[in-house]
């Protein structure tokens, strides 16, 4: 069975500063996805990651995908309040139309 | 146009009503899915239509009926609820990724309809 896990599942941190969200996969995969959701809102797509070493950039936010290592990473640099959110990582089983979603990063920058 | 649409976006309803959610998509998507999502929780798959067949059903309670009336519609019947049924229920669409390649395989989601059973 596919699992997807997020960590951390919560994270505050100060405007101006640096992080990484980590998502891990538990099968072989090579798309991923991730999307933001703001409170009461839907899901809005960040970045489609199709390969093993796709890197995908949009403002202060990079994404990277390792298929080996079962494994994508989303950093932040230079935070500001506006990317307060809840971030999801989604993993497609191949060849199937099940997104399996990651639990979450409620992500709060402070100002 | 890469937008979904739901209708509507709000709804209360009681226990013995019966009540629909509607979807729209014209991007051409031949795969189109009804998700759950709880507060703070990750949206859980319900349904997916291919080619307006169902193709998955993840054993959801029959108090949900979903119909996808052609390419471009996807409706949520909803009977019988019960208030753990309240939740976001949240359309989304995608191009099918069995037939093409994964280049194409992006879900779009709507904005979602905010259910609430009294």
């Known amino acids: 069975e596919l699992k997807v896990e997020q960590n951390p599942l919560f994270l505050s941190m100060q405007e101006g500063k640096n992080y990484t969200i980590y998502c891990n996969y538990s099968t072989t995969s090579d798309r991923l996805y991730w999307y933001r959701q703001d409170p009461g809102k839907s899901l809005e797509s960040l970045f489609v990651?199709?390969?093993?070493?796709a890197v995908k950039q949009e403002g202060r936010l990079m994404a990277s995908l390792d298929t080996k290592a079962r494994l994508s990473t989303l950093h932040i640099t230079a935070a500001v309040h506006d990317l307060s959110a809840t971030y999801f990582c989604a993993v497609d089983t191949s060849g199937t139309y099940k997104y399996i979603f990651g639990t979450g990063t409620r992500l709060k920058v402070l100002a | 146009d890469t937008e979904v649409t739901q209708t509507p976006k709000h709804l209360v309803m009681g226990m013995t009503n019966k009540k629909s959610l509607k979807c729209e998509q014209h991007?051409?998507?031949?795969?189109m899915y009804w998700y759950k999502q709880k507060a703070k929780k990750p949206p859980e798959l319900m349904f997916v239509?291919?080619?307006?067949?169902?193709?998955i059903n993840e054993s959801v309670p029959s108090r949900f009926s979903p119909e996808c009336p052609n390419s471009s519609l996807l409706n949520l019947h909803l009977h019988a609820l019960q208030p753990e049924d309240s939740a976001l229920y949240l359309c989304a669409s995608s191009q099918d990724p069995v037939q093409v390649t994964p280049l194409s395989y992006e879900q779009y989601f709507g904005p979602g309809t905010r259910l609430t059973v009294t």
């Open positions: 990651l199709l390969s093993n070493g």
């Open positions: 991007m051409g998507h031949r795969a």
């Open positions: 239509y291919s080619y307006e067949k169902l193709s």
